[in-house]
Nanobody, 120 residues
Framework: QVQLVESGGGLVQAGGSLRLSCAQSGRTFNRYAMGWFRQASGKEREFVAAISWSGGTTLLVDSVKGRFTISRDAKNTVYLQMNSLKPEDTAVYYC??????????????WGQGTQVTVSS
């Protein structure tokens, strides 16, 4: 059974930080690009960040550059470090894995999502 399990969401004040984690179980995605999408209430899901299977290439949407970083460890747990959070970052954040190269990241496998709420 393929599973991606997110954790680390919560409520934080504007300017604060959170770190999201995405752990794998059942099947390893060691050769897959990994990343994060988010979906705010009433809006479409949007790409946030992705990292290549080697960890050598990372992509970030312009709105989070300079504030968020994505990384992965040897166990293929993927992290999204979110600093200087803004109320507009409020959304459900979804971890995803993709068989495509990181520059074509769209998400083949998905986690259940974790809520991030940033208060003003």
């Amino acid at each position: 059974q393929v599973q991606l399990v997110e954790s680390g969401g919560g409520l934080v004040q504007a300017g604060g930080s959170l770190r999201l984690s995405c752990a794998q179980s059942g099947r390893t995605f060691n050769r897959y690009a990994m990343g994060w999408f988010r979906q705010a209430s009433g809006k479409e899901r949007e790409f946030v960040a992705a990292i290549s299977w080697s960890g050598g290439t990372t992509l970030l949407v312009d709105s989070v550059k300079g504030r968020f970083t994505i990384s992965r460890d040897a166990k293929n747990t993927v992290y999204l470090q979110m600093n200087s959070l803004k109320p507009e970052d409020t959304a459900v954040y979804y971890c995803a894995a993709d068989t495509r190269p990181v520059y074509e990241f769209k998400g083949d496998y998905w986690g259940q999502g974790t809520q991030v709420t940033v208060s003003s």
